[in-house]
C-alpha cells in the first residue's frame, strides 16, 4: 500500500511545470504490536464517539489482515473509523458490503474514507471513470464523507494549477452528492506555504465550490505548517466538516498541541466526525500507541 508521503515525494518529483498525470491512490491515511493490557477495560468504559483513521495500523492491516484490526480497534474503544484501502471496487480487498458487515457486526460505524487521483484535463475521461467505480464502492459502504487525502505540489506549481485541482474537487464532489456521499480534501503542512501572495490553504478554501467541495482539517499539519487549527475552524465553519486528531506520535505525548480549544471550536461548529490519526510511534508499537491515544481522549474533559 503507497503511504502518504510516499505519494506527495512521488508526485513532487513527477511533477515538472505542472500538475502529474493521474495515478490511482491507495494511499492508506486511514501495525503490529502486542495488544493493549487495558484494551478491554478502555472498551467496556468508553461512552464518546472517538473516530479512528486506519492508517495508524496500517503494518497490523498488511501482517494479520483487516479483520484482526477491527478487532482490536473495536476492543480498545473506538467507534467511527474512516478507511484508506480502497482499490479497484473494493475496501482493504474486500467487496464494500462485506467490509462493513464487519465493522457494524463489531458495533462501530465507517463514515469516511481517504482515496483519490491526481489529474490532467488530458486524462479526464479516466479520471471521472475511476471516480464512479470508486463513488459506487463507498455508497454501497455507507459512508458520509469521501476525502483526498493531498494533491501533488511543488516550486513549479501555479495558482492557475491549483485553480484546476479546484475545478476538479467540484466535479468530483457533483459526483459524489447524487450519490449522498460529501467530498473533500485533507491538508498538510504544505499547504500553508504561499504562491504568489497566497497561502496554497487559503487559495484552495476560497476557490472551491462550497457547494460541493468540503474540506477535513489535520490540526497537527495545520500548526506545523505555521496555522491555527482552532483560528481556522472558527473563520470558516461551514467548509470544515471533519477533523484529523493528531500529534506528532501519540495524541497528547509531545506537549506541542493544544486540543482544548480545537475540541471546544469543534463543538461550537457542530463537527461530529472527527479521526485519530498515528503515523509515527514512541516504541514503534502501533497498537499500543493507538490505545494511549484513546486512553488520553476518553479521559479528557474537553471530550465529550
Same mark, same amino acid.
Given at each position: 500500500?503507497?503511504?502518504?508521503?510516499?505519494?506527495?515525494?512521488?508526485?513532487?518529483?513527477?511533477?515538472?511545470?505542472?500538475?502529474?498525470?493521474?495515478?490511482?491512490?491507495?494511499?492508506?491515511?486511514?501495525?503490529?504490536?502486542?495488544?493493549?493490557?487495558?484494551?478491554?477495560? !478502555?472498551?467496556?468504559?468508553?461512552? /464518546?464517539?472517538? *473516530? $479512528?483513521?486506519?492508517?495508524?495500523?496500517?503494518? =497490523? +492491516?498488511?501482517?494479520? %489482515?483487516?479483520?484482526?484490526?477491527?478487532?482490536?480497534?473495536?476492543?480498545?474503544?473506538?467507534?467511527?473509523?474512516?478507511? !484508506?484501502?480502497?482499490?479497484?471496487? /473494493?475496501?482493504? *480487498? $474486500?467487496?464494500?458490503?462485506?467490509?462493513?458487515? =464487519? +465493522?457494524?457486526?463489531? %458495533?462501530?460505524?465507517?463514515?469516511?474514507?481517504?482515496?483519490?487521483?491526481?489529474?490532467?484535463?488530458?486524462?479526464?475521461?479516466?479520471?471521472?471513470?475511476?471516480?464512479?467505480?470508486?463513488?459506487?464502492?463507498?455508497?454501497?459502504?455507507?459512508?458520509?464523507?469521501?476525502?483526498?487525502?493531498?494533491?501533488?505540489?511543488?516550486?513549479?506549481?501555479?495558482?492557475?494549477?491549483?485553480?484546476?485541482?479546484?475545478?476538479?474537487?467540484?466535479?468530483?464532489?457533483?459526483?459524489?452528492?447524487?450519490?449522498?456521499?460529501?467530498?473533500?480534501?485533507?491538508?498538510?503542512?504544505?499547504?500553508?506555504?504561499?504562491?504568489?501572495?497566497?497561502?496554497?490553504?487559503?487559495?484552495?478554501?476560497?476557490?472551491?465550490?462550497?457547494?460541493?467541495?468540503?474540506?477535513?482539517?489535520?490540526?497537527?499539519?495545520?500548526?506545523?505548517?505555521?496555522?491555527?487549527?482552532?483560528?481556522?475552524?472558527?473563520?470558516?465553519?461551514?467548509?470544515?466538516?471533519?477533523?484529523?486528531?493528531?500529534?506528532?506520535?501519540?495524541?497528547?505525548?509531545?506537549?506541542?498541541?493544544?486540543?482544548?480549544?480545537?475540541?471546544?471550536?469543534?463543538?461550537?461548529?457542530?463537527?461530529?466526525?472527527?479521526?485519530?490519526?498515528?503515523?509515527?510511534?514512541?516504541?514503534?508499537?502501533?497498537?499500543?500507541?493507538?490505545?494511549?491515544?484513546?486512553?488520553?481522549?476518553?479521559?479528557?474533559?474537553?471530550?465529550?
Amino acid at each position: 500500500m503507497q503511504n502518504r508521503r510516499d505519494f506527495i515525494r512521488k508526485a513532487s518529483m513527477m511533477l515538472t511545470g505542472g500538475l502529474v498525470a493521474p495515478q490511482l491512490l491507495t494511499l492508506t491515511s486511514c501495525g503490529g504490536g502486542t495488544k493493549s493490557a487495558s484494551g478491554g477495560d !478502555a472498551a467496556a468504559a468508553a461512552t /464518546k464517539n472517538i *473516530g $479512528l483513521q486506519l492508517y495508524s495500523l496500517r503494518d =497490523m +492491516v498488511n501482517e494479520e %489482515g483487516i479483520q484482526a484490526v477491527l478487532e482490536a480497534v473495536a476492543k480498545m474503544g473506538y467507534k467511527n473509523l474512516e478507511t !484508506a484501502g480502497y482499490g479497484n471496487g /473494493k475496501v482493504y *480487498g $474486500l467487496p464494500p458490503a462485506e467490509f462493513k458487515k =464487519m +465493522v457494524t457486526d463489531l %458495533g462501530m460505524k465507517c463514515t469516511s474514507a481517504h482515496l483519490g487521483q491526481s489529474y490532467t484535463k488530458e486524462k479526464d475521461a479516466e479520471v471521472m471513470s475511476w471516480w464512479d467505480q470508486a463513488i459506487d464502492a463507498h455508497q454501497q459502504l455507507g459512508v458520509k464523507y469521501i476525502i483526498q487525502p493531498s494533491m501533488p505540489v511543488n516550486d513549479a506549481t501555479t495558482q492557475d494549477d491549483l485553480k484546476m485541482y479546484c475545478d476538479y474537487f467540484a466535479a468530483v464532489g457533483y459526483k459524489t452528492a447524487a450519490a449522498s456521499i460529501a467530498f473533500g480534501y485533507h491538508n498538510h503542512s504544505f499547504e500553508f506555504r504561499k504562491i504568489g501572495d497566497q497561502l496554497i490553504f487559503d487559495f484552495l478554501l476560497d476557490n472551491v465550490s462550497k457547494n460541493h467541495v468540503c474540506f477535513e482539517l489535520d490540526v497537527y499539519w495545520c500548526q506545523e505548517g505555521g496555522g491555527n487549527p482552532a483560528a481556522y475552524l472558527k473563520d470558516r465553519p461551514s467548509q470544515f466538516k471533519a477533523v484529523h486528531i493528531k500529534d506528532e506520535k501519540e495524541i497528547g505525548a509531545s506537549g506541542k498541541m493544544d486540543f482544548k480549544p480545537i475540541f471546544d471550536q469543534m463543538y461550537a461548529n457542530n463537527i461530529k466526525d472527527w479521526y485519530v490519526e498515528v503515523e509515527q510511534y514512541t516504541n514503534n508499537d502501533p497498537v499500543a500507541s493507538v490505545q494511549q491515544s484513546f486512553d488520553y481522549l476518553n479521559k479528557a474533559d474537553y471530550v465529550k
